[in-house]
């Protein structure tokens, strides 16, 4: 039992490359979500799935775009890299059931946009 | 909108002291859940403790406790017994019961422990 994985770990990229981050969760949540946390700041919420083939935006959602591929995958994908959007992601994921609605994050990714 | 204040960016205790971190929020509902979450050096967000805002009585989790103020909309944490393993940022957060999924967090505060 995983939990919630993401790739990469870390990543560079230039002003104006895309990519897509990606995540995973094996404990059959309905809802994940993406963060990015940069200091100062805690945690803001850029967009989140409350089930399979569902998406909303977030707090700051500029930028950015996501696919629900299924249940156990949601990724973020950045089209058009800036220097604004160094940070690192988080994903987590939910069941919203109310004796078990916490979120369980992954480990983190660490974006730097030169 | 609801909103998450944590006033202390950072705080300092004693190793084996007690420390309580503050965390205030902005609602206007009365169902929904208050939670802390831990962030050490490795970045790993764990889950601390949990508030239902229904239930009265404060929870607690071996030594971390709460101080729940419903009326006074304060959440507060105590770390009792301070350890050198508590160092860590934490986050309060707030979510609102079953109408929404999105968990709002506060900016947090970093605990030191000082040995």
């Known amino acids: 039992n995983a939990g919630v994985t993401q790739t990469p770990k870390f990543q560079v990229l230039k002003t104006g490359q895309s990519m897509t981050l990606q995540c995973a969760q094996d404990?059959?949540?309905?809802?994940m979500y993406w963060y990015r946390q940069d200091p100062g700041m805690g945690l803001r919420l850029i967009y989140y799935?409350?089930?399979?083939?569902?998406?909303d935006k977030g707090e700051v959602p500029n930028g950015y775009n996501v696919s629900r591929l299924n249940k156990r995958e949601f990724s973020l994908r950045l089209e058009s890299a800036a220097p604004s959007q160094t940070s690192v992601y988080f994903c987590?994921?939910?069941?919203?059931?109310?004796?078990?609605?916490?979120?369980?994050f992954g480990p983190g990714t660490r974006l730097t946009v030169l | 909108a609801q909103t998450v204040t944590q006033s202390q960016p950072e705080m300092s205790v004693q190793e084996a002291e007690t420390v309580t971190l503050s965390c205030t929020y902005d609602?206007?509902?009365?169902?929904?859940?208050l939670f802390w979450y831990k962030q050490p050096p490795s970045r790993q967000m764990i889950l601390v403790i949990r508030?239902?805002?229904?239930?009265?009585q404060n929870a607690t989790e071996n030594r971390f406790s709460v101080n729940f103020q419903k009326a006074a909309k304060s959440f507060s944490l105590k770390i009792s017994d301070s350890q050198l393993g508590d160092a860590a940022m934490y986050f309060c957060?707030?979510?609102?019961?079953?109408?929404?999924?999105?968990?709002?967090f506060g900016k947090g505060t970093r605990l030191h422990i000082l040995p």
């Open positions: 987590a994921s939910s069941e919203m059931d109310r004796g078990h609605n916490e979120q369980f």
């Open positions: 404990m059959n949540h309905n809802s």
């Open positions: 799935s409350a089930s399979e083939g569902t998406t």
């Open positions: 609602t206007s509902e009365s169902d929904y859940y």
């Open positions: 508030q239902e805002a229904y239930k009265q």
């Open positions: 957060a707030y979510l609102l019961s079953f109408r929404d999924d999105k968990i709002i």
